[in-house]
């Protein structure tokens, strides 16, 4: 099976910066896709960034201009650059990767335990 790992939330004041990290590892052939998503109680879990083999992004609307997503694919890591964070951004944030296990076999969508991510004064 294949894990993925969070690491870096935390509590920040408007304005300021985190950085999130996710480790993938196990059973992993390829990596065809990773990213982040985020969800508050109550609301569904929503697109934050991705990132796709060949680079093409995709990006919520809401954090343009201020999340960077970025692969290390030797290291099977995905990582979010948050800056000019707002209480907006509140929320437990998810890392997703698409993983192919074995050669010629689809890809199958995994989740991260998630990390909470608090924008407060």
């Known amino acids: 099976q294949v894990q993925l790992v969070e690491s870096g939330g935390g509590l920040v004041q408007p304005g300021g910066s985190l950085r999130l990290s996710c480790a993938a590892s196990?059973?992993?052939?390829?990596?065809?896709?990773m990213g982040w998503y985020r969800q508050a109680p109550g609301k569904q879990r929503e697109l934050v960034a991705f990132?796709?083999?060949?680079?093409?992004?995709d990006y919520a609307d809401s954090v343009k201009g201020r999340f960077t997503v970025s692969r290390d694919n030797a290291r099977n890591m995905v990582y979010l650059q948050m800056n000019s964070l707002k209480p907006e951004d509140t929320d437990v944030y998810y890392c997703?990767?698409?993983?192919?296990?074995?050669?010629?076999?689809?890809?199958?969508?995994?989740w991260g335990q998630g990390t909470q991510v608090t924008v407060s004064s």
């Open positions: 997703n990767a698409r993983v192919v296990i074995r050669a010629g076999w689809r890809e199958n969508s995994y």
């Open positions: 990132i796709r083999d060949g680079g093409s992004l």
């Open positions: 196990g059973s992993i052939f390829s990596i065809n896709a």
